[in-house]
């Protein structure tokens, strides 16, 4: 699966609106674009997927360039709930073979009451 | 509520011993994973396996081994652990190979 880019770490305040972004410029035609988030002590928790157009859920709205090489995940209203690793992986939605899903290092949210 | 059960939550032992996490998900899903998640939070497939086939990571030595009773359950055996294997072990499910869902992980101390 193609890389992503991320920066390290971003903060905000409780209340605002966080647009964190992943850049993917080798992207392939049939990679899905994966947001997942961790907190300490736990595994990754689902966020959101996008294969092209843009995409809302009760989580976050996610935004993906029309060129598919770079997506924005964007939470609104962000609390201290959501401070967290952010993860931008990209997935092919096999049928068969083996799965290489790899996460990297992602971005630190920082939330500042 | 995780539908992703992972046993124990911390495990600590010595160099040499045998060491087995278990893992269940009442999802429903068919297919199951073991990842492992280093020091640096990097996460690596080690792992998948459905009612059809396993699928090993080349990667991961052969001293790790998965064991499944059932499609709802997929456990983890080390048979002889290293001071390399400390990490996180994470179990995972999907429906097929779409949406991953994660345990709370096994966090593992290798003396």
């Known amino acids: 699966d193609a890389k992503t880019t991320q920066p390290d770490s971003m903060e905000s305040t409780e209340g605002e609106t966080v647009h964190l972004p992943c850049s993917h410029a080798?992207?392939?035609?049939?990679?899905?674009i994966y947001w997942y988030r961790q907190v300490p002590l736990q595994g990754p928790e689902y966020v959101t997927h996008?294969?092209?157009q843009n995409t809302t859920n009760s989580m976050a709205f996610l935004a993906i360039a029309s060129d598919r090489k770079s997506s924005t995940l964007i939470l609104p209203h962000v609390s201290l709930r959501d401070a967290a690793v952010y993860h931008c992986?990209?997935?092919?939605?096999?049928?068969?073979?083996?799965?290489?899903?790899?996460f990297g290092k992602g971005t630190q949210l920082i939330i500042q009451p | 509520e995780t539908a992703v059960f992972q046993t124990p939550n911390y495990h600590v032992t010595q160099v040499g011993n045998e060491v087995s996490f278990n893992c269940k998900q009442t999802?429903?899903?068919?297919?199951m994973y073991w990842y492992k998640q280093d020091s640096k939070k990097l996460l690596k497939i080690m792992f998948s396996?459905?009612?059809?086939?396993?699928?090993v990571n080349e990667t991961v030595p052969r001293r790790f081994s998965p064991q499944s009773s059932d499609k709802a359950h997929l456990n983890l055996r080390i048979k002889s652990v290293e001071p390399e294997d400390s990490a996180v072990y994470l179990c995972?499910?999907?429906?097929?190979?779409?949406?991953?869902?994660f345990g709370a992980g096994t966090r593992l101390s290798v003396l």
């Open positions: 080798t992207i392939s035609g049939n990679e899905y």
């Open positions: 396996y459905n009612n059809k086939q396993l699928i």
């Open positions: 996008g294969l092209q």
């Open positions: 999802l429903g899903h068919d297919t």
């Open positions: 992986i990209l997935r092919v939605r096999r049928t068969e073979g083996a799965d290489r899903l790899t």
């Open positions: 995972a499910s999907s429906f097929s190979q779409n949406t991953l869902y």
